[in-house]
Each structure stands twice: as structure tokens, then as C-alpha cells.
């Protein structure tokens, strides 16, 4: 019993055990990606004169993205270890607006704090990540 022993699924195959991997990761720095998104867009708005009509958006954009990020993680996670290629590409598919999303926070928030840059970044490339193993896992299943 190695610390490394694939995942086998119902169909013999072997699920990719680092896209699940991913998938935990990636819930939990999510948890933290919304709460310091949250905490700098709560910042911002006290020690900047943030314009009428932003904080709204910007709130509701950061909530549309945590829905988003549970369904994405159920649906991946589902896919992965169900060996289906649907929920998996359906996951791929909320990855890509997530990314957008992550992008609105990276480049046009209405304010960019340095902290923000960096989270985003982190997010951002866990996104790559997990989308070149979603695609490697749909390819192993159809195959």
C-alpha cells in the first residue's frame, strides 16, 4: 500500500488521482480566496471613495463566483471519479467563467490592490492546471 496507489474506478480505469488532488486543493483556496476577496473589497471600500454603483456589482460578482466554484468542484469531482465525460466537460466548461471572473478581480475591479494580483494569479494558474487535466481525464475516458 503506497502513499501513491491509483484510484481505481468502476470500470477498471484508473481515475486521475492528481485531479482530485487538485479539486481538494483548489476548495480550500478558494475558501480563502473568497474570504480575502471579500475582506479587500470591504477594505477598499472604506479607505477608498469607492464610485456609486460599483460595490454592488463587485459583491454580487464575487457571490456569482462561489456558486460557480461548488458547482464546478462537484461537477469535476463527480465526473472524475464516476469516469463520465459529461460532468467533467460540464466542469471544464464553468472553469472558463470562472477564469473571467478571476480575471474581473485581476484587471478590472475598480480597485487592484497588490494582494489582489496575487491571489488571482494563484487562482488562475490552479485554473490551467486543473483544465489540462480535466481534458486529460475526458481523453483517457473517451478512449
Known sequence: MGCCRPIVGSS???????????????GFYYIFYFAATLAMIIYKSQ???????F??????????????????????????????EAPLGLS??????????????????????????????VLLFTYGLESVFQVLAIAAFVG
Open 47 to 53: 479607505a477608498f471613495s469607492y464610485p456609486d454603483g
Open 92 to 121: 471544464l466548461v464553468i472553469t472558463v467563467g470562472s477564469m473571467i471572473l478571476s480575471v474581473y478581480f485581476l484587471i478590472w475591479q475598480t480597485y487592484v490592490l497588490r494582494a489582489d494580483v496575487i491571489i488571482n494569479t
Open 55 to 84: 460595490l454592488a456589482p463587485d459583491l454580487a460578482l464575487l457571490c456569482i463566483m462561489a456558486i460557480l466554484e461548488a458547482l464546478r468542484l462537484y461537477l469535476g469531482s463527480k465526473g472524475n471519479l464516476t469516469e463520465e
Open 12 to 26: 477498471g480505469q484508473n481515475v486521475s488521482a492528481a485531479l482530485l488532488i487538485l479539486f481538494y486543493i483548489s
